[in-house]
């Protein structure tokens, strides 16, 4: 992974440098996380479904009453005209939202124009130990709450996630798993979450908390395509014991196969056959949609 | 109240311009709401217990692992220097900290050097009917998860309570009222919430997920030297409609009588003898340590 941003932002439909892209202090996303965000992967300068992230945006938009400033042909626009501008064709892009400044204070009433950003950076696709032998995970202390309201929404309040995280990073594992507060598996930090078991294909359901993963749908999609019962649900973390494959997805990682958790490792520990059907079918599914 | 921040602007350790005051795209606290923040007011040019503020926010950055780049004091200092070159004596004044940029992605490795931002305001205390005939309050839909670790911290991860607030405006009331996943009684969309019933003084405990207000401890010292009974506790929805009082407190608002909530009076739905004797109690305590 290239961990720099490129050199030209988009920033309110300007490309920009990155050293001077820069937004108030008074801006609401600064203030107080009021904004949403969305990360795409561009493979030979193609991007994947980039509508299903624009809708999600949207549909996060129109729960917050922020008002986007630009719809989402415009907005995949200048995620192309992005990656032009830094010259890239394997990136990863962040869209970030938010209400833009307004006066002091919590309330809506007289908040301006909402920020757009996107920034671009090279990328080819995670470290390879994350698909071979599989990433490793912890299970985090942070407990997701599934009644919030904002856990169908990508929003820049998203400190919950980086303090798990760092949970992971501390204790040497690639990922963490979020878990409600009914003690049900959520979520990655970043990442949806899928096991297979007896040949089913399970993924906690949205009432658990989950984000509504693109990779997540994806991969539902493909589990289907392949004659596999797929299932939504509440999945308890013992069912992570029991598992006999367990896959970690998202827009940048696609379908990547979870051998380990506190230690443990999820049946044989090495990537299983499901997984390997399905991160193919994944790859597959990108070369062929991807615009 | 004036709704406008005051021209110049404390940012990391240099008095800027407003429309100047900027920070980059790439800054953590935009992108994922990786920062902290405190509220201030100023009476006559000086502050409340400032310490006590900076310690709130020494904790929440430790917890964060996010270094400050300025002791309490330093801060403390800055604050005062943001009023006198604003020419302000009675302001509210915002301090903010996020983790600073840092590579892509939810990883603290890499990240840079802290961002703090000072702001200010004139501000001579909320609108008169806050305190006479007191507040108004809806309960609120977003539902606060007591066991999330950040309760106890202000970080600008800080959505759920906008979105609390804005249901607040939308439903004509003057404040949002936060449940947790037990149905209890947390706090305000930007306040603690006390109520008096039979001669106590009840406040939800920490453990109910509130924010560890300055005001609000301010309110529990008050009520101690009143010798009133004082119980910090669980304290379900349920609460409201047997109360005899309740109180709304910030450290901009101070104690506030809440009147109304959902439409249904608190007790007569006027402003009740000890909320009157904490609020006064409570402004006599600013004039007198106030420094």
């Known amino acids: 992974m290239t961990e720099a941003w490129a050199d030209w932002v988009w920033l309110n439909g300007r490309l920009v440098r990155g050293a001077e892209a820069a937004v108030s202090v008074f801006d609401r996303g600064f203030l107080l996380g009021d904004g949403l965000f969305e990360t795409l992967r561009a493979v030979d300068g193609r991007l994947f479904r980039p509508e299903r992230h624009l809708a999600r945006l949207q549909r996060g938009a129109a729960y917050l009453g922020l008002e986007l400033t630009a719809g989402a042909d415009e907005l995949i626009a200048a995620l192309w005209e992005t990656l032009q501008a830094n010259h890239l064709e394997d990136a990863a892009l962040r869209l970030t939202v938010s209400r833009g400044a307004g006066p002091p204070g919590l309330g809506l009433a007289g908040t301006g124009v909402a920020t757009s950003v996107i920034a671009a950076r090279a990328f080819h696709g995670y470290p390879d130990h994350w698909y071979d032998p599989g990433a490793t995970a912890v299970l985090s202390r942070v407990v997701k709450n599934e009644q919030s309201q904002l856990c169908g929404i990508k929003s820049i309040s998203w400190l919950e996630h980086v303090m798990a995280r760092a949970e992971a990073a501390e204790k040497g594992a690639d990922e963490a798993l979020l878990r409600n507060t009914r003690g049900d598996l959520v979520e ?3 990442t949806n979450l899928f096991i297979i078991s007896g040949g089913r294909i399970l993924t906690p ?21 392949m004659g596999l019962e797929v299932r939504e649900e509440s999945l308890p973390s013992e069912a992570l014991a029991a598992a006999d494959e367990a896959i970690l997805t998202n827009s940048l990682l696609g379908a990547a196969p979870l051998v380990r958790v506190e230690g443990q490792r999820i049946s044989s520990g090495q990537p299983g056959p499901i997984t390997r059907r399905l991160a193919e079918g994944y790859r597959a599914l990108v070369a062929r949609e991807a615009r």
């Open 188 to 190: 990655g930090s970043g």
């Open 205 to 225: 359901d949205l009432a658990s908390g989950c984000l509504p993963g693109v990779t997540r749908e994806a991969v539902l999609e493909l589990g289907q395509e």
